[in-house]
C-alpha cells in the first residue's frame, strides 16, 4: 500500500498553442472520471471552449491565458495537473508554474515538430533537471517522419530520447500505436468518444498482419529493430535526473495513445521531490508542514471578485483551521476554506499533503512566492520575474472609476499578469509584458472584472533592468544621469528602462560598479 506522498503525481502541462495541448488535457480529464465524453456534450450542443479555460477572454478567443490547476484520483494515485498557457505572450505564468511541478509534458505537434516557444520552457526544465516526457500528437494527420522527428527532439531540446511507443503509419493510413512500454498493440478508431481497445499480439507472428496488414507489419518490425539498436534501452533513473525523455505517439482529440501516455506516467513519474529553500533543504517526508504561493488568480468567481492564492505543498499535511506563519509578515493565518480544484468547479478539502495544490482565499495577503510554515522562518526560491520586453504607459479612461481602476491593477499585478513600474521622472505608470496579447487581457479584465477603463500611450523602451551596487556614490550618479529613465517596482527597487541597446550597453561600461540584472531575483 502507497502512503499519501508516494501516489501524488504533480505535473505542468507545456506546448505550443496549435499542439493540441487542450485535447490531451481533455482526454487525461476524461481518464480521472471528471468528464463524462471528451467535449462534454450537454443538450446536444459540443461545449466548444476546454474544461481547463474559465476566463470569458479565453472563451472567445479558444486560447488559455493562465495557468488552470486540476486534480483527479487514477488507480491508486492522485493526479495534479496544471495546464499552462501555450502562447508565448503568457510564457512568465508557464515559467513559474514550473517551479511548482515534480514532471512535465511536452506536447509536441507531429507536423511541425519543435517550437520557439517549447525550447524556452525546455531550458527551464533543465535548469531545474525536471523529468520530461513527450507526446507526439496528431498523428491521425499527414506529418513528419518518427525518426526525423526524434531527432528534431533531441538536437531542439538537448535531450536524449527514448521510444516508448511506436505509430503505424500515420495521416489517412494511420493504423495504431505499438505500445513497447507494455508490449502490446493498440488499434486506432478514429473516436472522440470511446477509448481504443488493446490488442495482446505477438509481434514475430503471423496476426500482426491480420491486425495491420503485411506491408506495415514489416515495417513495424523493422521500426522496432532499428529502435532497439539505435537507442539505449530506457532507464526509469535516467528519465528522473532529467537526462532521458521518454516519447509517445499518439492523436489526443481522437483520444488514441492517451491511456498508454497515463499508464506510464504514473508508473515512472517522481513522487513529490525535495524543494529548496533558501535556508536548507526541504523533505516532503517532513512532519511538519511547509508551503509556497506560487500563482494568484484574481476573479475566478466573477460573482464574488475573490482573489486566489495557489499553495504548494512542499512538506508535512495540511490542515484546515489549523494556524501556519506567513514568513513575509510574520503573521499567523488559519484557513477555513482550503480548495481544490477542476479548473474553476472548486471543493473545500480537509487536509492535503505533498506535492498537492490548495486555493487559499486571498484579501491581498499574499504574494508570489510567500511561504507557509508551521512556524520555522524559511524562504523558497526560484520564482522569478523576467525583463518585460514591451512596454506601455497606462493611463485612466474614465475619472469617476479611479479607485476600481488603481485595485484592478493592483490585483492583476498580484497576479503576476505583467510588471508595474512608477517612472521617477514624471510619476507615470508603466506596463511592462512579455508580448502584445497581454495589454489586450489587461485592458479586457479590467473591463470586465473590475468595471474600470484603461487606454494604452506607447513608451519607447527596450529593457528593464533591476540595478544594485556595492558603491552607494557610484549608484547615486548613475541614478541622477539617468533620471529621466529610472523607475521603482512594486517592491521598491531600482529599476532602470534603458530606451536602446545601445545606451544600455554603454550605461554597463560607463559604470562598471554596477551591477544590471535581466530578472527580479538576484
Known amino acids: 500500500m502507497m502512503n499519501e506522498i508516494e501516489r501524488r503525481r504533480t505535473f505542468a502541462i507545456i506546448a505550443h498553442p496549435d499542439a493540441g495541448k487542450t485535447s490531451l488535457t481533455e482526454k487525461l480529464l476524461l481518464f480521472g472520471g471528471q468528464i463524462q465524453v471528451a467535449g462534454a456534450v450537454k443538450s446536444n450542443k459540443i461545449k466548444k471552449t476546454a474544461t481547463s479555460d474559465w476566463m470569458d477572454i479565453e472563451k472567445q478567443r479558444g486560447i488559455s491565458v493562465t495557468t488552470s490547476v486540476m486534480e483527479f484520483d487514477y488507480n491508486d494515485y492522485k493526479i ?30 507531429g507536423a511541425k515538430g519543435v517550437e520557439t516557444q517549447t525550447r524556452k520552457l525546455m531550458e527551464v526544465c533543465r535548469m531545474r533537471n525536471t523529468p520530461v516526457i513527450i507526446f507526439v500528437n496528431k498523428m491521425d494527420r499527414e506529418g513528419k517522419d518518427p525518426f526525423d522527428l526524434l531527432d528534431e527532439l533531441e538536437a531542439e531540446l538537448k535531450i536524449q530520447v527514448r521510444p516508448l511507443s511506436w505509430p503505424i503509419n500515420q495521416g489517412q493510413r494511420f493504423k495504431g500505436v505499438y505500445n513497447i512500454y507494455e508490449q502490446n498493440l493498440n488499434l486506432f478508431t ?53 537526462k532521458t525523455a521518454p516519447v509517445f505517439f499518439g492523436s489526443a482529440l481522437n483520444n488514441f495513445g492517451v491511456k498508454e501516455l497515463l499508464d506510464c506516467f504514473v508508473q515512472i513519474a517522481p513522487s513529490p521531490r525535495p524543494t529548496k529553500a533558501e535556508e536548507r533543504m ?98 523558497f526560491r526560484g520564482l522569478p520575474s523576467f525583463s518585460p520586453e514591451m512596454f506601455k504607459y497606462i493611463e485612466n479612461a474614465d475619472p469617476m472609476k479611479t479607485k476600481q481602476l488603481n485595485k484592478g491593477i493592483e490585483q492583476l499585478m498580484d497576479e503576476g499578469v505583467a510588471q508595474l513600474f512608477v517612472n521617477q521622472f514624471n510619476g507615470r505608470k508603466i506596463i ?57 517596482d512594486r517592491e521598491g527597487r531600482d529599476v532602470f528602462l534603458a530606451d536602446s541597446g545601445y545606451v544600455l550597453q554603454m550605461a554597463q561600461a560607463d559604470f562598471e560598479h554596477i551591477k544590471f540584472h535581466f530578472t527580479s531575483e538576484f
Not at 102 to 107: A, C, F, L, R, Y
Not at 192 to 211: A, C, M, P, W, Y
Request: glycine residues 6%.
Open 80 to 109: 495534479n495537473i496544471l495546464d499552462t498557457p501555450g502562447h508565448q505572450d503568457f510564457a512568465e505564468d508557464t515559467y513559474r508554474t514550473l517551479t511548482a511541478v515534480d514532471s512535465v509534458i511536452i506536447v509536441v505537434d
Open 432 to 488: 511592462g509584458t512579455v508580448g502584445q496579447l497581454q495589454f489586450e487581457v489587461i485592458q479586457y479584465r479590467l473591463e470586465n472584472e473590475y468595471n474600470a477603463k484603461c487606454r494604452w500611450e506607447p513608451v519607447s523602451l527596450y529593457k528593464a533592468c533591476w540595478i544594485e551596487s556595492d558603491d552607494p556614490q557610484q549608484l547615486e550618479a548613475f541614478k541622477k544621469r539617468k533620471y529621466q529613465y529610472m523607475a521603482k
Open 282 to 379: 526541504v523533505m516532503p517526508e517532513e512532519p511538519k508542514f511547509s508551503g509556497f504561493i506560487f500563482k494568484i488568480t484574481a476573479n475566478i468567481d466573477p460573482n464574488h471578485r475573490s482573489c486566489i492564492a495557489f499553495c504548494k505543498v512542499c512538506s508535512g499535511k495540511f490542515v484546515r483551521n489549523a494556524p501556519y506563519l506567513h514568513v513575509r509578515q510574520g503573521k499567523t493565518l488559519r484557513f477555513s476554506s482550503p480548495t481544490q480544484f477542476m479548473a474553476q468547479k472548486k471543493s473545500t478539502i480537509e487536509e492535503a499533503y505533498p506535492g498537492d495544490i490548495i486555493g487559499l482565499p486571498d484579501n491581498g495577503t499574499f504574494k508570489i512566492g510567500d511561504t507557509l510554515t508551521e512556524g520555522e522562518v524559511m524562504h
Open 190 to 242: 478514429p473516436d472522440k468518444q470511446k477509448v481504443t481497445e488493446k490488442v495482446e499480439v505477438d509481434i514475430n507472428s503471423s496476426q500482426l498482419e491480420e491486425h495491420v496488414g503485411t506491408a506495415d507489419a514489416e515495417k513495424l518490425r523493422m521500426d522496432l529493430e532499428l529502435i532497439d539498436g539505435v537507442y539505449p534501452e530506457f532507464d526509469v533513473q535516467e528519465y528522473l535526473d532529467g
